[in-house]
């Protein structure tokens, strides 16, 4: 499978993006998928991941209550609607992909910058 993430610009704090991760080669249904985010100078941190058919989602703490990661399987499409978002959510936001329900992310998409100014 290949992942387009696309979405990412500059806002300012407290305003809104919605990120897409547009998947092809592949029916996305068959795929957990996930959320991941690099700061600059920092390594690539989870922020939430959604299970095949979009029954369970999981965020990290700092992002919890704030992002929604939602999926639309006929489309081939997750989505991460940010709201609320903070300077230290400025990172290049990356979509990635795994057939099992555990383990390692064995596709990834080429990154989306968002960047948030105070």
């Known amino acids: 499978v290949q992942l387009q993430a696309s979405g990412g610009g500059l806002v300012q704090a407290w305003g809104s993006l919605r990120l897409s991760c547009a998947a092809s080669?592949?029916?996305?249904?068959?795929?957990?998928m996930a959320w991941f985010r690099q700061a600059p100078g920092q390594g690539r941190q989870f922020v939430s991941h959604?299970?095949?058919?979009?029954?369970?989602?999981y965020y990290a703490d700092s992002v919890k209550g704030r992002f929604t990661i939602s999926r639309d399987n006929a489309k081939n499409t997750v989505y991460l609607q940010m709201n609320s978002l903070k300077p230290e959510d400025t990172a290049v936001y990356y979509c990635?992909?795994?057939?099992?329900?555990?383990?390692?992310?064995?596709?990834w998409g080429q990154g989306t910058l968002v960047t948030v100014s105070s």
């Open positions: 959604i299970t095949w058919s979009g029954g369970l989602q």
């Open positions: 990635a992909a795994r057939v099992a329900r555990m383990g390692s992310w064995d596709y």
């Open positions: 080669g592949d029916i996305l249904s068959r795929y957990y």
